[in-house]
């Protein structure tokens, strides 16, 4: 049996020992042995005095060379003190197994009051410790606090690899979506509809509708978790008709399924870091209810002090292996629904053009749907900036913001493309020109503050800000001029895509931002001013003007569908 509670000796009289197997070390000495550690199961430790022959003559002392037998018995030096491991059985000091244990790494020790003094966090991660003889993992509730962390990194280093492996085949089936192909189905399947078989939303419905869809969203804020990914897909919250609601299902299934992957991956939580949550959270309680008790004696910050005691008395930092791979799920879960939402602008500009088909209240609710899902990105890149903050990871904070930047441009493209299907872009014009000159100058605030504070912590990593955040984010601010400039012009602004550059032909291509376009024969009959930048354009007698520079790239795309080289001298 355990030596009884009286027999027991703490190491310090402010961290009173409360079981056999406290964390902390313990030097009282055995009941009957004076030699052995108590705390320690008595039922498998090695008695000097009781000890045959053989075990007498086994070494246990590997700092002295000494055997379990020239051990004296009345010793009261702490190091003389004997162990039996408790997998193998082998017997050594308590000077050889601090050694091998490194506990001086764990522990502080007070050289002059001779005796451990306070709790320590390693710089580094420790092996298992293990028996010098038979390599057989050392267990002893001495070294609880040792083996226990070391169990730990070990349940890290597995969290590491199941998220790895999660979010790389994630990733390469998101790398193999084609939105523009899903957006060409989804407008196939709207032109098919000739009626709907519901009636439109009213007005009680559509406001029903947005106050649940922010009950959602402040929920996911206040629990610091990513949104749901049913939510996407729940029929029940954005009651389209039937028709569309139908072709919507069947042509995003592959990205909902991604969706829903990704947030499991995202919420995973493993042992080790409930069980370290749940130690904090009752040694916090346990301060607050003492200084609550005592109000006299209570620190002036009671908060403050109460995480600050949890924290010391823990003596373990608290493990965040699986912190990087939640902020990474997040990053393509916020990818994922971008994608979503430009096909959602596809679904409105599709409907729009079939006022007859798609009454207004349905237009309505795919554009509540749309902004629930932009304002669920910007809460997510919110939260993956505060995990990495917490987290002290400087780099995932840089990404972060920069998808919080594009975030906020799709946002706008999705509001801007919203009123145009809604007819009302016009009246909203000088309105929406104000906001982008405004994001444009935030966004680029944003970008210097983050490369500036990015630097002031890691000096060295100017290559790596260029290729992985200035080169995004140039081509971010870049967009914003763009839409600034064409709201102040009064002309379309969307950028196009190969497919859709495809779909010109029989026209041959200038570059003057945007790109316009010759007809017919493909030469210059006459001049104008571009729209955009009011440039001269066009040219006389079938030549350009030397301005002008042509558009290589529409050319070859006209080449394929069947075009002639052009008979021009100028475009040979």
């Not at 199961?41 to 007498?56: E, F, G, L, M």
């Not at 308590?94 to 390693?122: A, F, H």
């Not at 505060?386 to 493209?413: H, P, V, W, Y």
Request: aromatic content about 6%.
């Amino acid at each position: 049996m355990n030596a009884p509670r009286s027999a027991w000796k703490s190491v310090d009289k402010n961290v009173p020992i409360q079981s056999a197997k406290a964390s902390v070390p313990i030097f009282a000495l055995h009941a009957r042995n004076p030699a052995l550690v108590c705390g320690e199961d008595c039922d498998v430790q090695r008695c000097i005095i009781c000890s045959d022959a053989n075990t007498k003559d086994t070494i246990v002392d590997l700092v002295m060379g000494r055997r379990m037998g020239e051990i004296p018995v009345d010793s009261e030096d702490s190091d003389d003190i004997l162990i039996s491991l408790p997998k193998c059985g082998h017997v050594f000091t308590v000077e050889t197994l601090d050694g091998v244990c490194g506990i001086k790494d764990w522990y502080d020790y007070d050289d002059n009051m001779q005796r451990w003094s306070g709790l320590r966090v390693p710089a580094s991660k420790k092996p298992v410790p293990v028996c010098p003889t038979c390599r057989a993992a050392i267990t002893s509730p001495r070294y609880g606090r040792i083996y226990k962390a070391a169990d730990l990194d070990i349940l890290e280093k597995n969290v590491i690899n199941k998220m790895t492996q999660g979010l790389g085949s994630i990733q390469e089936e998101l790398n193999a979506i084609d939105g523009e192909a899903i957006a060409l189905a989804i407008t196939r399947d709207l032109k098919q509809i000739s009626a709907l078989s519901s009636k439109p939303p009213d007005t009680p419905q559509v406001a029903q509708v947005r106050r649940k869809a922010q009950a959602i969203l402040s929920r996911s804020e206040a629990c610091s978790e990513p949104v749901d990914a049913s939510i996407f897909t729940d029929g029940t919250l954005f009651p389209f008709a039937a028709e569309t609601a139908d072709s919507w299902g069947r042509r995003i299934r592959r990205i909902s399924q991604l969706v829903s992957d990704i947030t499991r991956v995202v919420t995973v939580r493993s042992a080790h870091t409930h069980a370290w949550e749940s130690a904090y959270t009752y040694l916090y309680n346990k301060e607050i209810d003492l200084a609550a008790s005592e109000p006299k004696g209570a620190p002036r910050n009671p908060q403050e002090h109460a995480a600050r005691m949890a924290r010391l008395k823990l003596g373990q930092p608290q493990p965040r292996a699986d912190q990087r791979f939640i902020i990474e799920g997040v990053w393509i879960s916020v990818t994922l629904r971008l994608i979503l939402l430009s096909l959602v602008s596809k679904v409105l500009e599709v409907m729009s053009s079939k006022p007859a088909v798609f009454n207004g209240g349905e237009l309505r609710m795919w554009s509540l749907y749309g902004r629930f899902i932009h304002r669920s990105c910007e809460g997510d890149c919110k939260l993956a900036y505060n995990l990495a903050e917490k987290s002290q990871a400087r780099r995932q904070m840089t990404i972060s913001q920069r998808f919080a930047l594009r975030t906020g441009l799709d946002t706008f493209c999705f509001k801007m493309s919203t009123l145009r299907c809604m007819r009302k872009f016009g009246e909203k014009r000088e309105e929406l020109l104000v906001a982008a000159g405004r994001q444009k100058d935030a966004a680029s605030a944003l970008v210097q503050e983050t490369f500036q504070s990015h630097l002031r912590v890691k000096m060295d990593d100017q290559a790596w800000l260029q290729d992985n955040f200035t080169q995004v984010t140039s081509k971010i601010l870049k967009e914003w001029e763009k839409i600034e400039r064409s709201l102040r012009m009064d002309t379309f602004y969307q950028p196009i895509s190969v497919d859709e550059q495809r779909d010109i032909v029989k026209a041959m291509g200038f570059n003057c931002d945007p790109d316009l376009m010759m007809l017919q024969c493909g030469g210059a009959t006459q001049r104008a001013r571009c729209p955009e930048c009011g440039e001269a354009i066009g040219g006389e007698n079938h030549n350009i003007l030397p301005n002008n520079q042509r558009a290589d790239d529409f050319e070859a795309l006209t080449r394929e569908q069947g075009a002639a080289q052009s008979p021009w001298a100028w475009g040979l």
